[in-house]
């Protein structure tokens, strides 16, 4: 009878468990971070940067099956009684029928293992700066659903206004996708190891695109999202619809920016004679880059013929900045755009803490495009 009882009782205890963990979770709700003020409980997208964190304390010790776990099954992130996953946020489609604008152009027409194969053969390889960075490239690509789903809700909403005010309402509508987009952009603690908007930090820096120490790109997107989540609250589909196109060029112009600083570090981490794992960690990511960058070139109707000679001039086995950088001139130019907003490389910037690298003449920056 006692085992009987166990049994029983176990399961119960570990459901209770969970729960009680699941509940013991901080919450966002009225508070700021990185200028913009969350209107809903997003705390589980913000823990998500625990899971990376963890990822990448694997991957520094060696530990792959470690980090293929956490990637997984999850880690620090509940919804319920179940774990969020990076897995999840790879593989996820869109249901039948529902048109998602910037994760359609992310996925362009793949199926939904695309991404996740790829983060899973880079840590079959154990290439840990390609899983940990595709790993990234995930949330930017759930980072899109949450966008584009906050204008359905809008656009659902607007179908009924008399029956449908849950969906635009803070805690779970329209304001809640914007709320958890900023989370998987900028998370909600400065101590996370890794964010979309540190991306966009550190290319600031290292390109000189920053005003008053903030890059460009982070100002932007922060507007942005405020503007969504005020369009989001107010049911303006309209004004949804126009940001959203921009939160689109600023992706685009963070790929740009992270190609030309990965392949001006691999070129001079080559020059400098530094160790092969500094060389491949730069090699890697300029893939990373890649992985979105094409779709959001191809997405804003940039010539295949200019993205596939950007793909050549980038992934050359020898890099070489001062062939990528006349192919990355012309897809600015294709865009409208000017090279001031991609930057230039700042070598002392991008070598800081090399011992002796002081090259004769580093790789030639080019004039920039006004």
Known sequence: MRSRVSFVVLPIFAALFLWTTAQGQN???????????????????????????????????????AALGIYTTGKNSWNGLTRRTFYRFASFTPGAGVVEPLHDALAMGRNASWLDSMIKDAIAKRNGPLAAGLIQVAV???????????????????????????????????????DEAFALWAGGSPSACTTLSSWAAQLGADL?????????????????????QAAARKGNAVS???????????????????VMRSVYR????????????????????????????????LASNVRPALVQDLN???????????????????????????????????????????????????????????
């Open 140 to 178: 930017l690509k759930y980072f899109f659903h949450e966008v584009d789903e906050g204008f359905t809700n809008v656009a659902t909403y607007l179908n009924d206004t008399a029956n449908n005010g849950i969906l635009i309402s803070d805690a779970t509508g329209a304001p809640h996708n914007v």
């Open 266 to 297: 691999a070129e001079v981490a080559v020059a400098c004679k530094r160790p092969a794992a500094q060389i491949a960690e730069a090699q890697a990511f300029i893939a990373v880059h890649l992985t979105y960058l094409e779709p959001m070139l």
């Open 312 to 370: 050549r001039a980038l992934t050359n086995s020898t890099p070489s900045y001062s062939r990528a950088l006349p192919a990355i001139r012309v897809v600015v130019s294709a865009l409208g755009r000017r090279m001031a907003e991609v930057g230039e490389p700042r070598f002392e910037v991008i070598t800081a803490g090399w011992t002796n690298c002081k090259l004769n003449s580093p790789p030639v920056v080019g004039r920039r495009l006004l």
């Open 240 to 258: 949804y619809n126009d940001t959203r196109a921009m939160v689109q060029r600023y992706i685009t112009l963070l790929g740009l920016q992270g």
């Open 27 to 65: 919450t966002t709700l009225g508070t700021r971070f990185d200028g913009y003020s969350y209107a809903s409980n997003v705390i589980g997208y913000v823990n998500m940067t625990m899971d990376y964190c963890d990822i990448q304390a694997a991957i520094t010790a060696g530990n792959f099956s």
């Open 208 to 228: 000189e695109t920053t005003f008053v120490g903030r890059s460009y790109i982070n100002s932007a997107m922060t507007l942005a999202l405020n503007e969504l």
